[in-house]
Every structure is written in structure tokens, then in C-alpha cells.
């Protein structure tokens, strides 16, 4: 990889420049979403923070998570959302089931308390640490029903 293979986005050029130093075993891609009128999103990339951005559109979040997803090499991804506002919740999962790789995991998780404290990333926001905390907590698996209805043919 060139310098000019680098992606412009910091985010995505610090992920790209890490899969250089990571084995391909470590190269994890984990996502929290905390979903709400503003969407908190946290990546962590390798056991380590990568970023974590805000953003106030579902379609918005949904392309800069598939871009990251594209762009930054991965062994391995996960995509916690919290299922604290439902109708956001399903709607993230049911765009993300739809845009990410088939092989990825997209989990609802219990949310409950990942707003309280003001520990965390100095300059992160509230919607971003919460995010950060979602990313860790075990939820259900989402499949998209509607997906799974289609009939090919």
C-alpha cells in the first residue's frame, strides 16, 4: 500500500495503516451504535479505539460505517446496536444487514445505563461514549426478516 492508496478520511487512513501493523488474525473490526435523534458510533479496530464519530441521519451513518467497512482490511466484524429507540435500532440493523458483507455480526444490545458517567475519551461525546460502551455488551443477533422473505427469481 501507497501513500496514495491512503484513504483522505483520517479515520479510515489510521484503520488502513493499522492493518499494515496487525496480523490478519487481530484485524477485528468492532462497531457500537448508539441510536437516537443523534447517532453515536464508536470503532475499534485491533483491541484498540479507532474512532468514534456523531451524526444526526440513520443514512448518513449507515454510509460512513459501509465506507469504513470497504475500505479498512478485516478478519473479523461485529456491529453492536443499542435497542434503546426501537424504530432507529431496526432500522440501522436492517440497512447495515443489507449493505455489510453477509459474514458480519449485527446484534441489538441492551443500552440500559451506557448513557450515565462522564468517564471516557476526552472531546467524545455523549453519544459517542455511549456508543463505546454498546460495542461491549452482548446482544441478540439481528436478521432481517423482510431479507430473508425475498424470494429470487
Do not use: C, W
Amino acid at each position: 500500500m501507497t501513500i496514495e492508496d491512503l484513504n483522505e478520511d483520517p479515520l479510515i487512513m489510521e484503520g488502513q495503516l493499522l492493518s499494515r501493523l496487525l496480523d490478519e488474525s487481530r484485524r477485528n473490526l468492532l462497531i457500537g451504535i448508539d441510536p437516537g435523534s443523534r447517532i453515536g458510533m464508536a470503532m475499534f479496530y485491533g483491541g484498540r479505539e479507532l474512532g468514534a464519530l456523531t451524526s444526526n441521519s440513520v443514512e448518513k451513518s449507515v454510509e460512513s460505517l459501509v465506507t469504513l467497512v470497504k475500505e479498512v482490511p478485516h478478519s473479523s466484524l461485529s456491529v453492536k446496536i443499542g435497542g434503546g429507540e426501537p424504530k432507529s435500532s431496526l432500522r440501522l440493523a436492517s440497512l447495515l444487514r443489507e449493505r455489510l458483507p453477509q459474514s458480519a455480526s449485527v446484534e441489538i444490545v441492551d443500552e440500559s445505563g451506557t448513557s450515565a458517567g462522564r468517564s471516557g475519551a476526552i472531546g467524545a461525546t455523549r453519544d459517542q461514549r455511549a456508543a463505546a460502551r454498546i460495542a461491549f455488551r452482548k446482544g441478540i443477533q439481528f436478521n432481517n426478516p423482510a431479507h430473508s422473505r425475498k424470494t429470487h427469481g
